[in-house]
């Protein structure tokens, strides 16, 4: 069944962990990227897990081997419990992450390779002229050899990654967007029905939530439209 991510993309500590805290018991996980985690960093991983969420730390790690290697170590020890790194960094990065996450039996979060981040047009990857769909499949492939235990894609290509890497290979989709919601800096998007029905395992909702009114009941109605096709 797949399951709810609320992003709390926000510019201030105080309101990502208010946000959490209204969130609390209506949706199982919160994603932290690279903007809360810069200003709030570990603390605000542990202070999400003491609220009860499962914990999706999305810094989409790109370095060298070792240095990955003990990133993932880090995360692991601070309660996370999904990562994320860029698939482009290659075989030896991605290999050295899954081999960190083995050694560490306490604690071992999903591991997810970005494939082709949901903002870019054909076109806008450097080095790359083909389709982005098609480059984006290609990933999985390689994520999948590799021990990942997901990619990170569109909903458009979520069905011909499932068909062709097999149902084990974890989907998580980013750029959801209730129908009626302005896509933003987001281009390949779907709604939460058009993902389920593409077969993801993994929605990630932000500003539709987060910037919502009533952010507790955008995130039901999300959860409720979920639900119907689930069930």
Known sequence: MAELIVALDTPDITQGLTLAQQLQGVVPWVKIGLELFTLGGPE??????KMGFKVFLDLKLYDIPNTVRGAVQAAA?????MLTLHTQGGERMCCAAREALDEHAENTPLLFGVTVLTSMHNGELPGYTGNINEFTVQLAHAAAAWGLDGVVCSGHEVTTIKMS???NLLCLTPGIRPAGTEGNDQHRIMTPAQAMLSGTDFLVVGRPITQAQDPVLAAQNILAEMDTLQN
Do not use: L
């Open 44 to 49: 605000t991983v542990k202070a999400c897990k």
């Open 77 to 81: 020890r601070m309660g996370a419990d």
């Open 165 to 167: 890497c097999g149902p």
